[in-house]
Structure formats: C-alpha cells, structure tokens
C-alpha cells in the first residue's frame, strides 16, 4: 500500500528521541537535588553561611581544575598575556613621555608668565608711589610723562596686568589637571610593568619545577633500568 505520512502538525515538534527525554529527565533532576540540598543547607546552616560554603567549594573546584592544566599549557598561556602586555607598555610609555613633554612645557610658560606679572607688579606699584607725590612731570627712561598720562599708563597697565593674571590662573589650573592625568598615567604604566614581572616570574618558576619533574622522571627511568 501507500507509505505512511507523517502529519505536518507533528513536524514541529523536535525529538521523539527516548536518549534527549532522558538526559533532559537528569538535568532535570540533578538542578532539582542542588536545589533540594541548598534549601537543606540554608534551613540547617543559615542563608548566609551555605552561600560561603558554595563559595569555598567552587574556590576548592577551580584550585583542583588548575591542578590538572599541564605545567606547559600554563607557561604557554602566561607566555602569551606576557606578550599581549608588550604593546600595551609601549603605549602607556609613549602616552607618559608625550604629557611629561606637554607638563613640562606648560609648567615653563607658567613660571615665565608668573616673572613678568612680578615685574609689571613692582612697575605698577613704582608709579603709583610717583603719582602719589604730586609732580607736575615724571620721567621714566627717557620719557616724560604729565599727571594724566601717568594716571592713563597706569590704569592701561593695570588692566593688562589683571588680564594677564586671569590667564595665569587658568594657566595653574591646566597644569593642576595635566599633573593629576600624568600622574594616573604612570600608576597605570606602573602597574603594567609590575603586572609583566609577575607573570616572568611566574614563568621562571613553572619552567623551573618543569625542569625538576623532568629530571626526576629521567632519574626513575634510570632506577628502574639499573634494577
């Protein structure tokens, strides 16, 4: 006869297969009994104290995972973040010698423009005194100036100087930021270059008790040949 059809409404459905029912019955059962024992726990020990003891046994888990990597796995994997550490020194040096340069320079600017407003300070200070004496005339280097003209040298002068001192004040305030993120950025290199002798010295003490285990298995080999 005809070969049987399967229904269409039966096609969406994805396993028939007793094997998946089973395995999903034993997740199933096993994610039930966890539950089941840290309720147990819970009740018996206290919420909090069952949630560090999962801690402690998954900490215990991880311990005894790393145990089973391979001596030569772990140095092939901290030989490889050492590596990946390389470029980022080299950026965070460069990054730290570009804003030395730029906090150097701006710390210059700042020094030099802190000189000059002294000087146009005592000059300001200077002429007020002169005006102060009532004069008729007062020269300076060569020229001479009236009450008035003293009075418009003066009041001119002492606008620039506050402009000026304005622009220095902001001046200080870059340096203060620029210091505090060159300071940020040398901790940051700091910590890479701490970070890459860690792992070398990690790397040096794998590869030394490698050596160890070779040459205690080559003594073995030996033993065992001689008898």
Known sequence: GKPKQIEPNLLKYKCF????DKGEMTMKKVALGLG?????GAVIFGVGNMIGMLKVGGHKISEYAQSQ???SAKIELLEQKLKDLDPKIKDAKRIVATQTVKVNRLGKEVEETQVALEKQKETIYA???DLAKN???YVYFGETF???KLQGDLEKRFSRYSAQKEALDQQQELLKVRNRVLKANEQAYDNL?????KLEIMIEKLRARQETIKAKQIENMQTVDDS
């Open 17 to 20: 297969c007793p094997e998946q």
């Open 36 to 40: 089941i024992t840290f309720l147990v």
């Open 69 to 71: 990597v391979p001596i």
């Open 127 to 129: 002429r007020r005194d």
């Open 135 to 137: 004069q008729e005339q």
């Open 146 to 148: 009236s009450r008035e």
């Open 193 to 197: 270059v701490d970070s890459k002798e």
